[in-house]
């Protein structure tokens, strides 16, 4: 099916420990975007992909770093995590603006103990 | 800064019941607003997609309305069933980057 993909789907890491969770999307979208949801705090953007070959911070992006590997690939790494970044993880993309929507994949669910 | 409110923030309504979901926002310059559902421990499904040059849209028992100038959308639901029981997030899309901006969202449950 066509869409967005993420990998892994769960994790778990000790403080410190580093990982990167990897997206993938298959319908031609130029722009690409990680958020984090916590319980109370909604939907939060950390870094966001115009296009390929450019990546911008969004509204949390302390101790996170990102990748946009080519136009269907956007990874987001953590290089030492901390409980703090215990959350899920969604990747999504959007169709061109100013009338295209997002796609998002099924998240990854990310607990550092 | 855009800011998304959705009221209420949980919901119980008996099976049948038509139901309303509000959201508002505080920026009207916006591209389109799109409505999605969330299913416990799972992703986002979008519902809903509303130009900024739209009124409504609708599909199947849903019925999504945007006044822009007012910075409020609603979504309706006809004739709910305990399979709608999900969270409703609204979300705007606006300004530069074409950042999406969420409200918090609105947990419903349909009882039988």
């Known amino acids: 099916n066509a869409g967005v993909t993420q990998t892994p789907k769960f994790q778990v890491l000790k403080t410190g420990q580093s990982m990167t969770l990897q997206c993938a999307q298959d319908?031609?979208?130029?722009?690409m975007y990680w958020y984090r949801q916590d319980p109370g705090m909604g939907l939060r953007l950390i870094y966001y992909?115009?296009?390929?070959?450019?990546?911008d911070k969004g509204e949390v992006p302390n101790g996170y770093n990102v990748s946009r590997l080519n136009k269907r690939e956007f990874s987001l790494r953590l290089e030492s995590a901390a409980p703090s970044q215990t959350s899920v993880y969604f990747c999504?993309?959007?169709?061109?603006?100013?009338?295209?929507?997002?796609?998002f994949g099924s998240g990854t669910r990310l607990t550092v103990v | 800064k855009q800011e998304v409110t959705q009221i209420p923030a949980a919901l119980s309504v008996p099976e049948g019941e038509n139901l309303v979901l509000n959201c508002s926002f505080t920026?009207?310059?916006?591209?389109?607003l799109q409505w999605f559902r969330q299913d416990p421990g799972k992703g986002l499904t979008s519902l809903l997609l509303i130009q900024s040059s739209q009124r409504e849209q609708t599909s199947g028992r849903l019925n999504a309305s945007l006044d822009k100038s007012s910075g409020r959308s609603t979504l309706y639901i006809a004739a709910s069933q305990p399979g709608d029981s999900a969270t409703y997030l609204c979300a705007v899309r606006a300004g530069g980057g074409n950042k999406l901006t969420f409200g918090t969202g609105t947990q419903l449950k349909v009882e039988l």
């Open positions: 999504a993309s959007s169709a061109p603006r100013p009338g295209g929507g997002y796609t």
């Open positions: 920026d009207s310059a916006i591209y389109n």
């Open positions: 992909s115009a296009s390929e070959g450019t990546t």
């Open positions: 319908m031609n979208h130029n722009s």
